[in-house]
């Protein structure tokens, strides 16, 4: 799984790196979608929140998948954090049944959070759009090397006998 979403934020990366050097078109000034390009939206932020609950951000590629559809990229921090605080509630609600809640660590990220998203909505809207997409490619390869990583180290630690193959083979 790591590894698929790994190769998927390297293609965005690559695909929103070549809009940003005005290679491949991106859009970037609508303020709503069409109808099929909303409904592969909504799919696609239902993927993101799946993958939230394996660690994976949502903002990065709600941003790139948003942008490339067309929309403002200042447009999609409200779609990104709706979209996380629905996943977050109804994740939330399996955590609290199994009992599998550190409430410390929930009331440090709401408390954090609160102040936190209205910094990120004031940067975002007064950045220059240019400098936001650079920054959200940084942050898309981050997490896709971080990815890469953990599925790599997963794949060592399940198939030892691989690695000694190769050493002793």
């Known amino acids: ?13 690559i695909a929103y790196g070549m809009t940003n050097l005005h290679m491949f078109p991106g859009g970037g000034t609508a303020s709503a979608l069409p109808v099929t390009l909303t409904v592969l939206a909504i799919v696609a ?3 993101f929140g799946v993958l939230l609950n394996y660690g994976v951000g ?16 200042r447009l999609c921090f409200p779609i990104m954090a709706g979209a ?3 996943m977050g509630a109804s994740a939330g609600v399996r955590h609290i049944k199994t009992g599998a809640l550190d409430l410390g660590a929930v009331i440090g990220l ?8 209205f910094v990120a909505a004031y ?3 007064t950045m220059p759009l240019e400098v936001l997409r650079w920054m959200v490619l940084v ?21 030892p006998e691989d690695a ?4 002793t083979g």
């Not at 799984?1 to 990366?13: D, H, P």
């Not at 709401?110 to 998203?117: E, K, Q, R, S, Y």
């Open 110 to 117: 709401t408390l954090g959070g609160i102040p936190a998203v």
């Open 139 to 159: 942050v898309v390869l981050y997490a896709a090397a971080i990815m890469l990583q953990a599925a790599l180290r997963g794949r060592r630690e399940h198939h």
């Open 58 to 73: 949502n903002y990065a590629p709600t941003l790139v998948v948003l942008s490339l559809m067309g929309m403002d990229p």
């Open 123 to 125: 940067i975002v809207v």
């Open 45 to 47: 932020n239902f993927v």
């Open 84 to 86: 996380a605080a629905l």
């Open 1 to 13: 799984m790591q590894l698929i979403v790994a190769t998927g934020l390297l293609l965005a990366a």
């Open 164 to 167: 000694t193959a190769h050493v």
